[in-house]
């Protein structure tokens, strides 16, 4: 299992970034897809899950109205799509799946909002 993020950077607050997962390595279709971020010196926290199909979606109570997870299952990827930008969302955002009863984890971007 291969999971790539892309598409992190610098962004101001207010404004938004779009990033990218592309997964290989398993049955993309078949498997519900999340982002995860961590900020420094804290705890991963889950951000938002996809199901396998797309039609069921949720996300941490923070950023709703905010952020919109998309999965193009033909490309075997997964997108989160991240407007409204603020400081607390500084972080390492990652993207995860678990098709096979384990946690898989990808190497992780850096998104940094400044105020």
């Known amino acids: 299992v291969q999971l790539v993020e892309s598409g992190g950077g610098l962004v101001q607050a207010g404004g938004s970034l779009r990033l990218s997962c592309a997964a290989s390595g398993f049955t993309f279709s078949s498997s519900a897809m999340n982002w995860y971020r961590q900020a420094l010196g804290k705890e991963r926290e889950w951000v938002a899950t996809s199901s396998s199909a797309g039609g069921s979606t949720n996300y941490v109570d923070s950023v709703k109205g905010r952020f919109t997870i998309s999965r193009d299952n033909a490309k075997a990827t997964v997108a989160l799509q991240m407007n409204s930008l603020t400081p607390e969302d500084t972080a390492v955002y990652y993207c995860?799946?678990?098709?096979?009863?384990?946690?898989?984890w990808g190497q992780g971007t850096q998104v940094t909002v400044s105020s």
């Open positions: 995860n799946t678990r098709p096979y009863a384990r946690n898989y």
